[in-house]
């Protein structure tokens, strides 16, 4: 399969990132609705002014998946990855750790030194988790209760140089 990625937003990704996180099973529906949000703003404003810059995979114009970033408000070389997510076709098959890799180069060129990625402890997200360990990412933290009783907030961080 051949993948490209590109650094730039456009219109009709909005349905194809809707159709991509539907199909994973993992969010609900206000979840979804936060990214077509972001993705709306960063079309409308541009990605420096909105504070969000995407990694989109696709294969012959087809979305495989799409990772978003951004620098952390009010911090000197921190950034959060808000999003990433492969297509439930094509789990499992190298696409969101390559989405990563780029993600960490991207941040790595903006002079960032703190990765943070904010997840749930819901057992559907265990393969998350262990995905964000195999990669490096260490747990800083967890929230009891933050989404919902019994959904805790799990923080994980990487330093890199």
Known sequence: M???YRYNLKEKDKKDIKDLLISTGFFHDYE???AIEIIETTLEK???????QFIIAENDGTMLGFSCFGKTPCTEASFDLYWIAVHKTVMNRGIGGVLLEK???FIKKMHGINIWI???SRDIYLPTRNFYEKKGYTLEAELSDFYAKGDNKV???KIIH
């Open 2 to 4: 051949d993948i490209k």
């Open 32 to 34: 979804i609705d936060v």
């Open 46 to 52: 541009g990605e420096e002014t909105a504070g969000y």
């Open 103 to 105: 993600c960490e180069e």
């Open 118 to 120: 904010e997840t749930s």
């Open 155 to 157: 923080i994980f961080r």
